[in-house]
């Protein structure tokens, strides 16, 4: 017969698992009822206490890693000048002295021409990389050393700048990075669509976020008023865009700001 301190559950349920794992897995009530004394309803309590035990308790730390980022350029600015510096391209060579004592051996041989081969294409991808970054940063010279809204710069204009094809351009910047004030970016930011009208969609970007930061909060601005208020600005889009613009900035209608504004007061 077990002996338990008052409703102690859970050592009851750890020592049915401990003591009875075979009776468990067949159900035998019988049994249990007559090697420990409790009753039918506890059995089914202990039970339900036994299944509801997690069999992997580490499970719930997260055994992802964090994610670093390793810029490959970095932008700085001196005297009004902009200075780009490859970053993390280690320089790699061959060691001739080594070849020349294995060059006669084949096995050898293919092993370095597949070197070459690979430090090759290493060469080649960096200054892929640099030539683009320096194109891009020659565009928009204004954002690096006047803090200006970027200009509007397609993969387009881009292969027209540099000479490359579009797709080229487009894997160069893929998982690119450029270090600038301390902070890390995308390269691909740099990249700025415009509106119809010829508008930088960064500048417009901007100016939605400033007339939403300085609207009255009693009576914000709906999207038309907004519209109105960049045309102003002489900045032309259309309500489909500013409603677009909105949405990428986590910016809500004009309705639920004000609704959020009345649960916060």
Not at 75 to 89: G, L, R
Not at 130 to 145: E, K, M, R, W
Not at 175 to 195: A, D, H, I, R, W
Request: hydrophobic share 30%.
């Amino acid at each position: 017969m077990w002996v338990f301190k008052k409703n102690n559950n859970k050592t009851k349920s750890y020592t049915l698992f401990r003591d009875y794992q075979d009776v468990i897995l067949t159900q035998n009530y019988s049994l249990i009822k007559q090697k420990t004394g409790l009753k039918k309803e506890e059995i089914d309590h202990l039970f339900y206490e036994i299944r509801s035990c997690n069999p992997f308790p580490c499970n719930m730390y997260s055994s992802s890693q964090d994610d670093y980022i390793s810029p490959d350029v970095l932008i700085e600015v001196e005297d009004s000048n902009i200075i780009i510096t490859p970053i993390n391209q280690p320089e790699l060579i061959v060691n001739d002295l080594l070849y020349e004592k294995v060059k006669n051996d084949e096995n050898m041989k293919s092993y370095f021409n597949e070197a070459h081969f690979l430090i090759e294409n290493l060469t080649k991808r960096n200054q892929t990389v640099l030539f683009v970054a320096n194109a891009l940063v020659d565009i928009q010279s204004g954002y690096f050393l006047y803090d200006d809204e970027l200009y509007p710069c397609t993969l387009s204009q881009l292969a027209s700048e540099t000479g490359f094809h579009e797709s080229t351009i487009s894997r160069t910047l893929n998982n690119k990075y450029y270090s600038f004030n301390g902070e890390v970016y995308p390269l691909k930011q740099l990249l700025v669509s415009q509106t119809a009208s010829g508008d930088s969609s960064d500048s417009i970007k901007k100016a939605i976020v400033e007339l939403v930061d300085s609207e009255d909060k009693e009576h914000p601005l709906s999207d038309n008023q907004i519209l109105k208020k960049l045309e102003e600005l002489e900045l032309h889009c259309s309500r489909r865009v500013i409603v677009k613009y909105r949405q990428q900035l986590n910016i809500p209608s004009s309705t639920k700001r004000k609704i959020l504004l009345k649960k916060v007061g």
